[in-house]
């Protein structure tokens, strides 16, 4: 089945750097790849996802990269604000839309 | 839109105990996976449907971990008898199918003791 390795497993930043969110895959044939964002003791919500047919996507602050031939995908936060601070997830599919997460990464953002 | 309901919010009981959680996933959606989330961890799939039927299981322990999907909509997960390590948050999740996002409960913290 799928695995999906995130790196780092925390992240801290002052109040205006950016961030960078690291995973890889293993399903070759995986191709949809969500971000999702998980604040203390609520749901994960979904912040932005990446198809395999686009290497890049931005949405204001936040972009995702995707390179195929080495199955990974990264996370880039710009101009981070303090509620930027939470654990953030990617996942991937595999056979049947199975949706496999990663780790989580625990964003610090300093005022 | 009305969200992904799950219910109960919180359960504590004692190992051996069973407990049920409920899942009324988004109007429309036919995927529906449960997660086992322990804290400090990333989601762990345990099952997902596609309608009222199972799609993969392969992570569920089924001596002691059961769901079910009636009708394709509304869903239960049952674990009998509990075990400490099964204390986690179990969040339930609704998709339209494909490659389409997937939608969280709010989960039910589960705490055995």
């Known amino acids: 089945g799928e695995n999906v390795e995130q790196h780092p497993s925390t992240l801290s930043v002052q109040e205006g750097d950016s961030a960078v969110i690291k995973c890889t895959y293993s399903d070759s044939a995986s191709n949809y790849f969500p971000w999702y964002k998980q604040e203390l003791g609520k749901r994960p919500q979904l912040i932005i996802d990446i198809r395999s047919n686009v290497g890049e996507k931005k949405d204001q602050r936040i972009a995702v990269t995707l390179n195929k031939t080495a199955k990974h995908f990264s996370l880039h936060i710009t101009e981070t604000q303090p509620e930027d601070s939470a654990v953030y997830f990617c996942a991937a599919n595999s056979a049947g839309n199975m949706l496999t997460f990663g780790g989580g990464t625990r964003l610090m953002v300093k005022p | 839109e009305a969200g992904v309901a799950q219910s109960p919010r919180y359960k504590i009981i004692e190992k051996r105990q069973s407990v049920a959680f409920w899942c009324n996933p988004i109007?429309?959606?036919?995927?529906l996976y449960w997660y086992q989330q322990i804290l400090g961890q990333g989601p762990k799939l345990l099952i997902q449907?596609?309608?009222?039927?199972?799609?993969?299981d392969s992570q569920l322990p089924k001596d002691r971990f059961s769901a079910e999907r009636l009708k394709g909509v509304d869903s239960t997960l049952k674990i009998q008898p509990a075990k400490l390590e099964d204390s986690a948050v179990y969040l339930c999740a609704s998709s339209l199918g494909g490659s389409s996002e997937a939608f969280f409960g709010q989960g039910t913290r589960l705490t055995v003791v």
């Open positions: 449907f596609q309608n009222n039927g199972v799609v993969d």
């Open positions: 109007s429309g959606h036919a995927t």
